[in-house]
């Protein structure tokens, strides 16, 4: 089974501020089964990226995902309030689905 | 618009089954798998399985195998999600969550209101 590593834990920023998400995984996969959530409080997760790298619709173009293998990254180009959330990584291999153990972006 | 709605909350025993149904409409119930999904109190996201509301295939999460069945009712356009043997460890909020239409490995923005099991003695 594939595990997902997510860090940093924590990520302090402020409003308009750049954050790089990183997702570690223990062997290669197939970057079109990789996957970003973002989860706020009192609510369920909803779908960023798909396929390592595709903006699911509706989602703004200030979040972008990249990487391959075993190392891929959830870029935020600029933080605006409403980011300010827990995003995890997630990967749908043979073993079936895993999340990462997610990134508290909080406000620094 | 599309709708997931689930049962409501419940306390077991440690040892007994929970069963949680999940009760889609504005869609059609059979072109979309379903997933489910548990967080517990304060923790991260946990997979439990998936299944194809058309023919009703699954398949588990390795950890929750022989412990885990998910079934569904084309009738009624509902999907359930039974685990038995609970431990005071399978306390979490239980959400079942649309796949996305073109990719059955990721889900959409339709997820359940999510239902609290409590395991306690």
């Known amino acids: 089974e594939t595990m997902l590593t997510q860090s940093p834990g924590t990520l302090s920023l402020s409003p308009g501020e750049r954050a790089t998400l990183s997702c570690r995984a223990s062997q290669s996969v197939s970057s079109n089964y990789l996957g970003w959530y973002q989860q706020k409080p009192g609510q369920a997760p909803r779908l960023l990226i798909y396929?390592?790298?595709s903006r699911a619709p509706g989602i703004p173009d200030r979040f972008s995902g990249s990487g391959s293998g075993t190392d891929f990254t959830l870029t935020i180009s600029r933080l605006e309030p409403e980011d300010f959330a827990i995003y995890y990584c997630q990967y749908f291999g043979n073993s079936g689905l895993t999340f990462g153990g997610g990134t508290k972006v909080e406000i620094k | 618009q599309v709708q997931l709605v689930q049962s409501g909350a419940e306390v077991k025993r440690p040892g007994a089954s929970v069963k949680v149904s999940c009760r889609a409409s504005?869609?059609?119930?059979?072109?979309?798998?379903m997933h489910w999904v548990r967080q517990a109190p304060g923790q991260g996201l946990e997979w439990m399985g998936i299944i194809n509301p058309d023919g009703g295939n699954t398949a588990y999460a390795q950890k929750f195998k022989g412990r885990v069945a998910m079934t569904r009712d084309t009738s009624t356009s509902t999907v359930y999600m039974e685990l038995s043997s609970l431990r005071s460890e399978d306390t979490a909020v239980y959400y079942c969550?649309?796949?996305?239409?073109?990719?059955?490995?990721?889900?959409?923005?339709?997820w359940g209101q999510g239902a609290l099991v409590t395991v306690s003695s």
């Open positions: 396929g390592a790298s």
């Open positions: 969550a649309r796949a996305i239409k073109w990719e059955y490995r990721f889900m959409d923005d339709n």
């Open positions: 504005g869609y059609i119930f059979t072109t979309y798998y």
